[in-house]
Nanobody
Framework: VQLQASGGGLVQPGGSLRLSCAASGSFFGIDDMRWYRQAPGKERDLVASITSTGSTNIADLVKGRFTISRDNAENTVYLEMTRLKPEDTAVYYC?????????????????WGQGTLVTVSS
C-alpha cells in the first residue's frame, strides 16, 4: 500500500491550496483518513480527520479555514486550505487506516504518505 500526497507549494498569506492524497495497492477499504502537519522544530500535529462515512474533525487552530473531504471510489483524501497564514507553514502528511482481510479476519493498519511542503509567505 502506498499513499501519494500532492498539492503543496508556496502561497501568499490569505491564499488557498488544496492537498490530495491517494492510496494505491491491494486492500479491502480504508477506515479513517487524516492529515497531520509538522513545522520545523515542532512535533507532528493532527490537523483533520474523516471517517469512512464522512464524519469529520478539524483542529481548533484551523477550524473555519480548512476542510477535509474524501472520495471513497478513488481512495483519496483532500485538505482544502483557505485564508492561509504564515504559521500554517509545515510539511503536511496524510495518514490512512487501511483495511485488509486474511483468513476471514479483519486487519487495519496505518500508512503514511511522504509529506508535501506548504509554505505561506509573501
Amino acid at each position: 500500500v502506498q499513499l501519494q500526497a500532492s498539492g503543496g507549494g508556496l502561497v501568499q498569506p490569505g491564499g488557498s491550496l488544496r492537498l490530495s492524497c491517494a492510496a494505491s495497492g491491494s486492500f479491502f477499504g480504508i477506515d479513517d483518513m487524516r492529515w497531520y502537519r509538522q513545522a520545523p522544530g515542532k512535533e507532528r500535529d493532527l490537523v483533520a480527520s474523516i471517517t469512512s462515512t464522512g464524519s469529520t474533525n478539524i483542529a481548533d487552530l484551523v477550524k473555519g479555514r480548512f476542510t477535509i473531504s474524501r472520495d471513497n471510489a478513488e481512495n483519496t483524501v483532500y485538505l482544502e486550505m483557505t485564508r492561509l497564514k504564515p504559521e500554517d507553514t509545515a510539511v503536511y502528511y496524510c495518514n490512512a487506516a487501511v483495511v485488509t482481510y486474511y483468513s476471514s479476519r479483519r486487519f487495519s493498519r496505518n500508512y503514511w504518505g511522504q509529506g508535501t511542503l506548504v509554505t505561506v509567505s509573501s
